[in-house]
């Protein structure tokens, strides 16, 4: 399995995708270039990174934040470790081997 290098620059790339969602688990996601790929919540993406083992690809992780989003979380962010996690002072799940941070507010 090919293990996500720069996850910082990954997370700046998903801020920028479109995301749709089209069942309970799945996500159309349309990158920067255009590009539109199927996301499962479980971690699998159409595009060549995943194809080729890799995990965390940026559709991933968009997909990951837009459903967080629909949770209530904000101020979604990706980390590679745990301890970078713990220094933003924010709520921490653990997806993949990647760290996510974020505020969970109430929804009005």
Same mark, same amino acid.
């Given at each position: 399995?090919?293990?996500?290098?720069?996850? $910082?620059?990954?997370?700046?790339?998903? *801020?920028?995708? !479109? =995301? &749709?969602?089209? #069942?309970?688990?799945?996500? $159309?996601?349309?990158?920067?270039?255009? *590009?539109?790929? !199927? =996301? &499962?919540?479980? #971690?699998?993406?159409?595009?060549?990174?995943?194809?080729?083992?890799? *995990?965390?690809?940026?559709?991933?992780?968009?997909?990951?934040?837009?459903?967080?989003?629909?949770?209530?979380?904000? *101020?979604?962010?990706?980390?590679?470790?745990?301890?970078?996690?713990?220094?933003?002072?924010?709520?921490?799940?653990?997806?993949?081997?990647?760290?996510?941070?974020?505020?969970?507010?109430?929804?009005?």
């Amino acid at each position: 399995m090919r293990e996500t290098v720069n996850i $910082r620059w990954l997370d700046r790339k998903a *801020r920028k995708c !479109e =995301v &749709e969602r089209t #069942g309970s688990k799945t996500f $159309r996601v349309t990158s920067t270039s255009g *590009r539109v790929y !199927e =996301v &499962e919540m479980g #971690g699998t993406c159409q595009c060549d990174w995943a194809y080729y083992g890799g *995990r965390g690809c940026s559709h991933q992780l968009a997909a990951i934040k837009f459903w967080l989003q629909e949770q209530g979380w904000e *101020r979604v962010s990706f980390w590679p470790t745990e301890a970078d996690a713990k220094r933003q002072h924010r709520h921490i799940a653990k997806w993949n081997q990647i760290y996510v941070t974020g505020k969970v507010g109430a929804r009005c």
